[in-house]
């Protein structure tokens, strides 16, 4: 079946450090990947996107690169903000067969001054 | 920008009520979906709806129905309201097919159930 298995948080970080959040997937074929982010109060919204393997999906700072070999889509910020405090979500959608997407259990991001 | 709109951001029912969740779009999206969202469980998939008065269950349907009567309004009903129930509900929609440019998900802002 499908599934998203995500590093467990919380995460708390100061400014400026590194950032690495794990995501291994599960899934036959090629499946799309996503991050999703939750802000304080808020819906999610798609953070970054890699619809093939060896992409690269990067937005505000963030990249995840789509590595068939090990089946996984690690989340990466060189230098994190406090701004960046929110939940981050791995999910995928399966290459054939389903419109929905699978999430993993998100990984709380909390990065103080 | 699309708009995914949930009607109340947070509700407090009784064990044994009817709830009624309402989730509206306006991007004339084709699909429709509702999840809920648990501490340590992340998202799962309650139902979804692909078109009008057409529905699949998730992953979790069970003490959960549907109603799709018109495109742009996807509604979720609690039979009968149970404490375990309690939970972050959240809507979303998506363009009927899906292709690199255009994949993902638009979000409404939540609603935070509790039943007591």
């Known amino acids: 079946g499908n599934s998203v298995t995500q590093m467990e948080g919380p995460v708390t970080l100061s400014e400026e450090a590194f950032l690495t959040i794990n995501c291994t997937y599960t899934?036959?074929?090629?499946?799309?990947l996503f991050w999703y982010v939750q802000y304080p109060g808020e819906g999610l919204q798609l953070l970054l996107k890699?619809?093939?393997?060896?992409d690269k999906g990067s937005n505000k700072g963030f990249e995840a690169t789509y590595r068939k070999e090990t089946t996984s889509f690690h989340l990466e910020k060189g230098s994190v903000q406090v701004s960046d405090s929110a939940v981050y979500f791995c999910?995928?959608?399966?290459?054939?067969?389903?419109?929905?997407?699978?999430f993993g259990t998100g990984t709380r991001l909390t990065v103080i001054p | 920008d699309v708009k995914v709109t949930q009607s109340s951001r947070y509700l407090v029912k009784r064990t044994g009520e009817k709830v009624f969740l309402e989730c509206v779009q306006d991007?004339?999206?084709?699909?429709m979906f509702w999840y809920r969202q648990d501490p340590g469980l992340g998202l799962r998939l309650i139902y979804f709806s692909y078109d009008v008065k057409m529905k699949e269950k998730g992953d979790i349907p069970e003490g959960y129905s549907v109603s799709r009567e018109k495109k742009e309004r996807f509604s979720l009903i609690l039979e009968s309201a149970s404490t375990n129930q309690t939970s972050m509900y959240l809507c979303?929609?998506?363009?009927?097919?899906?292709?690199?440019?255009?994949?993902?998900?638009?979000f409404g802002s939540g609603t935070q159930l509790s039943v007591l």
């Open positions: 979303a929609s998506s363009p009927p097919s899906w292709d690199a440019t255009n994949e993902k998900l638009f």
């Open positions: 899934a036959t074929g090629y499946p799309s």
């Open positions: 890699a619809t093939k393997a060896d």
């Open positions: 999910a995928l959608r399966p290459q054939t067969g389903a419109n929905n997407l699978f």
């Open positions: 991007m004339d999206h084709e699909n």
